[in-house]
């Protein structure tokens, strides 16, 4: 990483991510799709045959064997978009192709299959391409609206995120309840996204993302793709499916990581999938009171920001806040535009500032780590104000996970900032937690 002289913290910019097409073209091709084909896909029996749902990953190109011996022994082949042309190349003819991206250039992967399964969002010039494709929904906001009167029964399909992530849930609906995943990768490999050369995809900005101290080049909707897929497969697991991911890449290895092998990190970002976990934010809560206590006159840093609703507070106050989180999906979407840094405060923080505000997040680390943690603060921040929970956490059972991992009184809390060389300004012991506000000597910190 470069460092211009004299910076504080890198350059920090806030990506949005939004769809590729807008809601007014996709209800428009849910409106022409839905009139113009009329057999829509129904909720059908569960059977014993295996779905292998086949992406584009790099990773697809090592498992044609195994995917071709699979379905000479009975398994059914989804193809997902340009993995139908690409299996048929190498021999494997799809039993079906599913396609769910709605813009018009996504007609040029209409290829060989023995069926079709197109979303009713994707662009009509792809049911020119395979007028006879079967018609599907899915799970849109107002979608009840924009389908005209049909007097079969149909389903509504979920999983969003990606056609990956969708066709698990579409085979569900099929009846499939064994499924192997191929070519899920959701990472380049050697600077190729896909297993073939698919142009249409090459100006999707990429970024670097780690999981379990590896790094991995991804698209962000790669990205998305991998974070979403856990949640999608835990929800089909407990309905009774068995789900596989095969070969290599970010999904995969978050797919496969044995539990006692879950770093801190996937654990939260776990946890901040669920709304209910979003819901306390108790940093929110005390901004007032540290700013009476500390009456901040220059830059705070929000350590462990989570929703960032307490950045976003402080920002009302006309006080500058940059916010630090171990995950990047903690944030509500009102502290996007705060300047952010996904960093582990027990490794290093590679910034300084006058002022630290450390809320719910001391008990979250292993009690062999709060040593580190607490000298890397203070490195950080001259003053400091702590919120520290003294009671077990009740969330961590969402993900069958313990969550506060050091818990301890107000008493051992202040022995240890005493420890560091800090002085205490100001302190409160609560049934529930200690609240300290710290300025950091000259005593040099252990």
């Known amino acids: 990483m470069h460092w211009n002289p004299g910076a504080k913290m890198p350059l920090m910019l806030p990506v949005h991510l939004i769809c590729n097409t807008s809601d007014e073209e996709i209800f428009e091709n849910i409106r022409i799709n839905s009139h113009n084909h009329g057999d829509w896909l129904r909720l059908e029996k569960e059977h014993g045959k295996t779905a292998l749902l086949c992406g584009s990953g790099p990773s697809l190109s090592d498992k044609l064997e195994e995917i071709r011996w699979s379905q000479i022994k009975g398994g059914v082949v989804f193809a997902l978009n340009g993995a139908a042309a690409y299996l048929q190349s190498r021999g494997i003819t799809p039993d079906y192709q599913v396609i769910i991206d709605a813009r018009a250039e996504t007609a040029q992967l209409v290829g060989p299959a023995k069926e079709h399964l197109f979303a009713s969002q994707v662009h009509p010039a792809c049911f020119i391409r395979q007028p006879n494709a079967r018609i599907w929904h899915l799970e849109v906001a107002g979608i009840d609206g924009l389908l005209p009167q049909y007097d079969r029964s149909y389903c509504l399909i979920g999983g969003a995120a990606s056609v990956g992530n969708t066709a698990t849930c579409l085979a569900f609906a099929m009846g499939y309840r064994r499924m192997r995943c191929f070519g899920y990768d959701s990472c380049h490999k050697d600077g190729a996204g896909h297993a073939f050369p698919q142009p249409m995809n090459d100006g999707d900005p990429i970024a670097s993302v780690r999981f379990n101290g590896k790094d991995y080049i991804a698209s962000l909707t790669m990205k998305l793709q991998a974070e979403k897929f856990m949640d999608t497969a ?188 800090l002085e205490i300004e100001w302190e409160e012991e609560t049934p529930i937690s200690a609240l300290f506000y710290v300025r950091r000597t000259q005593k040099e910190p252990i």
């Open 234 to 421: 835990r929800t089909l697991k407990a309905y009774g499916c068995n789900i596989t991911v095969e070969g290599s890449g970010l999904l995969p290895d978050m797919f496969n990581a044995p539990r006692d092998e879950m770093a801190e990190d996937e654990k939260y970002r776990r946890m901040w999938e669920r709304p209910e976990y979003r819901k306390l934010s108790p940093g929110e809560s005390l901004v007032d009171k540290f700013i009476e206590i500390a009456q901040p006159s220059g830059t705070v840093i929000d350590l462990g920001c989570g929703t960032g609703r307490a950045g976003v507070r402080l920002r009302d106050h006309g006080i500058p806040v940059v916010l630090i989180d171990f995950t990047d999906n903690s944030r509500d979407p009102d502290a996007l535009s705060l300047p952010f840094l996904q960093c582990d405060i027990t490794e290093h923080i590679p910034l300084s500032m006058p002022y630290g505000f450390c809320t719910d997040v001391m008990e979250h680390i292993p009690t062999d780590r709060i040593d580190a943690a607490l000298t890397n603060i203070i490195k950080a921040a001259e003053r400091i104000f702590f919120q520290i929970s003294t009671e077990p956490d009740d969330f961590g059972r969402l993900i069958d996970e313990p969550l506060h991992l050091t818990v301890r009184p107000h008493a051992w809390w202040r022995e240890k900032l005493l420890s560091h060389g």
